[in-house]
């Protein structure tokens, strides 16, 4: 067990109640369980968030700059066999451990933030994913971590922290973006043996932080959004006060106009402190669009279609309908606005975008008026027709975690609401179905829920069908509330 023993003064939202880091890492082969764990489920779940690892200052930190942690159950034959947390060994991370720092190529991303927001299997690596240039980084099926990940050095500045699986194909497409990338983001499809097969750049207006994209049977749906790079900030988190000036002068002449050669983009980045604030804000002065790309056409191909100002870190699915592409998922009236620290500010509400590729116009309406965000729908319909999406309820009053997990059926357009209780904070929860051919619903939601009361976390099994508790695997600790997790099978 590594201990470290941290301490952080208050002051900072993100740092306390269940965002306050935990300090071990733990292995835990004797789990305790109540109720039934699907003896479908032959694998991992696994969800990564930020747990800085060392003391920070609650004055600069910010939510999405924290060192990753990734915390996995591995389940067979109905059992829980263990439970595991281990730090992404960054740069920063193995240095505060003490530790030698694991294999680090410099052109796979600049290291200074930790792989914090996702992590997925695929081709045979437990990948610990984060966005913006950053380097993503490999881990064992332990969660030991290997090293920066390039997918066998076919791409290189950083990946994204939502590539999407085709569930055909099972290639992953993704769209990155950095501030180095000049006006254009990076489409790129990783083939089923982990490697690059496609590899285009995409121009947009600017420098604009792509949270997430969708995926079509045929398309792929680039989220030109108004939250773009902030060189101001940027020059005040890696400069001393006297050359901020200066730098934020030499960084308005470049970003969003010049693509920067990665070693200079990873220089640059490497300048930025972990664990501080976040170089991205809301720009009123862009415009907000999406962008529609035959997946295999050059990307000269794209059409856009211009939406009404709002940010989407999270879409739930995406598929073609006739002359029409229908997108759904969680609209921000604005993010990173008033306040650079916290993602929620605009009332983040279930949304239909209906994008009409006759006329090229978008039709927009609400599916659901309550808070809510991380979305997620059955992985085998990514990209088709999909009929339930779900996602955990956020607080009118805080906009923080509630108990509440939504299931949206979109043919009847009724919403589930189910309350796992007083004091139980919900957040992301991952569908699995009973079996490769069982219906849309048939299968397990799971996700951990953390007790306020008792201080602890469950990772906690819903039947998708009901969303009533089946089962639960009770943690040896409280696990923080993160970003994103993903059922990761044996074999993938
Ligand atoms: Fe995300």
Known sequence: MTTNPLHFPEGNPFLEDNLRPVANEITDVHLKATGTIPAYLDGRYLRNGPNPVAEVDPETYAWFAGDGMVHGVRLRDGQAHWYRNRYVRSTTVAHALGERTPRNRFRDGFRAIGANTNVIGHAGKT????????????????????????????????????????????????????????????????????????????????????????????????????????????????????????????????????????????????????????????????????????????????RWFDIEPCYIFHQANAYEDGDTIVLDGVRHRRVFDQNRRDPIEGDPAMHRWVLNLLTGTVHESQIDDRLQEFPRVDERVVGRPHRYAYAPMLSEESEGPTGVILKHDLHTGNTIARDLGPGKEAAEFVFEPASADAAEDDGVLMGYVYDRADDRTDLTFLDAGTLETVGQVHLPQRVPHGFHGNWVPTGL
């Open 127 to 302: 990948l610990a994913l984060v966005e913006g240039g950053v380097a993503s980084f490999e881990m064992t099926d332990e969660l030991d971590t290997v090293g920066t990940c390039s997918f066998d050095g076919t791409l290189h500045g950083g990946y994204t922290a939502h590539p999407l699986r085709d569930p055909e194909s099972g290639e992953l497409h993704a769209i990155s973006y950095s501030f180095g990338r000049g006006n254009t983001v990076q489409y790129s499809v990783i083939g089923r043996d982990g490697r690059a097969r496609r590899n285009i750049d995409i121009e947009v207006n600017g420098s604009p932080m792509m949270h997430g994209f969708a995926l079509t049977s045929n398309y792929v749906l680039v989220f030109d959004f108004p939250v773009t790079f902030d060189q101001a900030a940027a020059a005040s988190l890696s400069m001393p006060r006297r050359l901020r000036k200066p730098a934020e002068l030499v960084l308005n002449a470049l970003i969003g106009r010049v693509h920067l050669p990665d070693p200079i983009t990873i220089a640059i980045g490497n300048l930025a402190p972990g664990n501080k604030g976040f170089p991205y804000s809301w720009d009123n002065d862009y415009p907000a669009r999406i962008g529609v790309l035959p997946r295999e056409a050059p990307a000269t191909a794209i």
